[in-house]
């Protein structure tokens, strides 16, 4: 990449072209660059008005992009912007209602974006907010029951949203579900463990994978959340204990993560079979990051870029990594 960057996004577009928003490499980065996969070159494009890390993207079907909230150095964000790729140009849509980072966003089929949780700078939120991508305003929708910030999220079969785990002033082993035709969140089973810094994986057959994370100590431990039954049951754990890795769900069902750290940072990955629960070690990584992110592309290779490698070591480099 033309820029160093960790906690910046990826998204891939409807051209295949992969668009890199972001970030931070000691201050936070407005520049935007391109990945175009059939010539393996990034280009830089249009910058956004202000830096951002820590914020989230979401693709339309028709091609937009859009980024909202995050930090830009010690400040939290409302605002949230719009990326056209076929005219490269960016264009200020509706504000949120709440500042904040390290939330998330969860895209759907109506075209509709739900943020929620994220630290809002004065303390970690329980509110979420809709945007409506045919009138560019954000809504205020149900509040979950807890307060988290390094959560994740997963958008199930039957269209509601399943949040898991994440910090509030201790990290957590609560779940929710949001369900988009009431607006409300509903408590469902809880994780064995508390974790933050996690993964979530809806698997080909409905259930959702969580995986690794932080709770005072690394975890390798990874459990499955049956939406028919609303509980949680414990799979085959890890190779080694991770948090702040990236986990992808393959064309054959299995899920690839790549790096992370367990104090260390980390270049090894390791692959999950669903029919067999078990976790197996895959080929390293060039470089050990962390906080960096993983695409898969149209040709059915896995993109990784940025992150971190330690001691403010921040990345610009990018691989292409052979799915297994």
């Known amino acids: 990449m033309n820029f160093a960057r960790k906690f910046h996004t990826a998204s891939i577009l409807t051209n295949g072209k992969v668009l890199v928003i972001g970030g931070y490499n000691g201050i936070s980065l407005n520049s935007a660059e391109l990945y175009d996969p ?12 202000t830096g951002r890390q820590e914020h989230t993207t979401s693709v339309f079907t028709d091609g937009t992009v859009l980024v909202a909230g995050g930090i830009k150095d010690k400040d939290f964000l409302n605002t949230a912007a719009l990326y056209n790729p076929s005219t490269d140009s960016w264009t200020v849509t509706g504000n949120m209602h709440g500042l904040r980072g390290a939330h998330t966003a969860t895209i759907f089929t109506n075209g509709k974006v739900l943020i929620n949780g994220g630290d809002g700078g004065s303390g970690f939120l329980n509110t979420a907010e809709l945007y409506d991508s045919s009138t560019g305003i954000w809504t205020r929708t149900g509040n979950m029951n807890y307060n988290r910030v390094n959560h994740a999220t997963s958008l199930l079969t039957d269209g509601k949203v399943l949040v898991a785990g994440g910090l509030d002033r201790s990290p957590l082993n609560s779940a929710e579900l949001y369900d988009p035709l009431t607006g409300f969140w509903t408590i469902t089973g809880s ?15 409905g259930k959702v994978l969580v995986a690794g994370g932080f709770n ?83 040709n059915g290779i896995l993109l990784i870029t940025g992150g971190e490698q330690g001691n403010n070591m921040y990345l610009n480099n990018a691989e292409l990594f052979p799915l297994p």
């Open 38 to 49: 059939s010539i393996g070159i990034w280009t830089i494009i249009t910058s956004m008005s």
């Open 191 to 205: 994780m064995s463990d508390t974790r933050q810094g996690s993964t979530l994986s809806r698997l080909m057959n």
């Open 216 to 298: 005072g100590g690394y975890l390798k431990s990874a459990e499955l959340y049956d939406p028919s039954t609303g509980n949680w049951t414990h799979t085959g754990s890890m190779n080694i204990a991770r948090a702040g890795h990236t986990a992808s769900l393959l064309p054959n069902g299995k899920v690839l993560v790549t790096g992370g750290s367990d104090g260390s940072f980390l270049k090894s990955t390791e692959l999950y079979d669903p029919l067999t629960g078990i976790w197996i070690s895959s080929m390293n990584i060039n470089i050990a990051r962390w906080q960096h992110t993983a695409t898969i592309l149209t």
